[in-house]
């Protein structure tokens, strides 16, 4: 069988909470986990580790393809 691994490391802007919550948004923390939940349901394996020190998210994820 065939894997498909992505591995994204992105840099995490610093955000003003009472703009989003005037413009809608929640939280930066609310926006991520909804698109973890629908990265969860995409792939077998998924990893995000967040790296305060660096302020930058690592996602790493991995399906199981078809023969």
């Known amino acids: 069988s065939k894997m498909l ?3 994204l ?6 955000f003003d909470l009472e703009d989003d919550i005037k ?4 939280s930066s923390t609310a ?3 909804r ?3 629908v990265m969860q349901k995409l792939f077998h394996q998924v990893d995000l580790e967040i790296l305060d020190d660096r302020k930058q998210a690592s996602f790493k994820a991995t399906r199981q393809l078809g023969t």
Do not use: C, E, P, Q
């Open 5 to 7: 691994n992505i591995s």
């Open 9 to 14: 490391l992105n840099t995490i802007k610093d």
């Open 23 to 26: 413009r809608g948004k929640f």
């Open 31 to 33: 926006t991520l986990m």
């Open 35 to 37: 698109g973890m939940m």
